[in-house]
């Protein structure tokens, strides 16, 4: 008897991330899926500051159970074509990760900078490695500047960010992301990069409910702390919202890499606005025209439930 297809390899991936609750969970998620192989972490300003960002990511590595040899590296402290950052906390609470604390500092960060680590990383395994950017595009579009053969090499991106028909969350034309370094977006969408993205359109179709962050809370360990994190972040989004469900933005974009028939694609050309007075930030695209590049994937649809399962299922698996 034919004992069937060897199961694929998991696909090495660098997250590159500026944590937040919803950028915790992703991490989480990601470090616990047997389809992927995290080589490295970078950091980028966007939720909180920079040195925050380090931080978060490295308490979530620790919270995670990561070897310290796992690369955790800071890049872009701001956007690269503006001067100031535009803050996100209140949604994350105090500190970024809703004032949960780690008993001993976290680890500290590799030396260099995060782009040049990219850089390293897409050109040891050339058309293998994906980045899963779910912070502002910064660090990926000065990948693009600084190291063009090293972007080249990238099997391609998955991008939280946008929203194509859904209104935004930061105003009501643009998502966070995407609002935070618009140039930055619009380099890396109108590129030769393999762009997949995870916006509004799904993340809000696709919302955690307060009862299963209730269920994780009361399991031990770091299942737990990933509960506590998400109660909090439900919580704050109920008061702000009215909705006792919250969207997590950032896992729903690892599970687009795990788990892509989970959501419905259609591709396009696609770009950002930057100079809009009240559409800076936006995505704007053409999922229509046959005449046009189609080299941009963006997510349209989301089977909620099974990736409400997902999620659960593997944050679960952390208390042992």
């Given amino acids: 008897m034919s004992a069937g297809p060897a199961p694929a390899p998991p696909l090495p991936v660098v997250v590159d991330c500026d944590p937040g609750v919803d950028d915790a969970i992703a ?17 980028v300003a966007g939720n909180v500051g920079l040195p925050e960002a380090v931080r978060n990511a490295g308490h979530v590595l620790d919270l995670a159970g990561v070897p310290a040899d796992l690369p955790l590296v800071a890049g872009l402290a701001g956007p690269i074509a503006r001067t100031a950052r535009v803050a996100d906390e209140p949604m994350h609470g105090a500190g970024g990760l809703g004032g949960l604390r780690p008993a ?40 693009l500047v600084r190291h063009p053969d090293a972007a080249a090499a990238l099997r391609g991106v998955v991008v939280m960010g946008g929203a194509a028909r859904a209104q935004g969350n930061i105003t009501p034309a643009a998502e ?83 788990h892509p028939h989970l959501l419905g694609w259609e591709r396009g050309w696609a770009t950002v606005e930057c100079a809009g007075e009240f559409t800076r930030g936006a995505l704007v695209t053409d999922l229509r025209t046959p005449e046009r590049a189609r080299r941009t994937d963006v997510a349209l649809t989301v089977d909620a439930a099974a990736f409400t399962a997902l999620l659960t299922e593997r944050l679960a698996g952390y208390a042992g």
């Fill in 104 to 143: 001993v500092p976290p680890r500290a960060p590799a030396p260099g900078h995060a782009v040049d680590f990219l850089a390293r990383q897409a050109l040891a395994d050339p058309g293998e490695l994906t980045l899963l950017a779910i912070g502002p595009l910064s660090n990926v579009a000065a990948l």
């Fill in 176 to 258: 966070y992301n995407f609002h935070a370094d618009p140039e930055a977006a619009r380099l890396v969408l109108e590129s030769d990069l393999a762009v997949r993205v995870v916006g509004l359109d799904v993340t809000r179709a696709a919302l955690f409910p307060l009862e299963a962050a209730e269920r994780l809370a009361a399991l031990p360990g770091t299942a737990g702390a990933a509960g506590a994190l998400l109660r909090g972040f439900v919580l704050r989004y109920r008061a702000r919202y009215g909705t006792p469900a919250v969207p997590v933005h950032d896992a729903l974009a690892v599970a687009a890499l795990t």
């Fill in 27 to 43: 991490l989480l998620l990601a470090l616990a899926s047997p389809e992927l192989r995290v080589r490295g972490v970078t950091a």
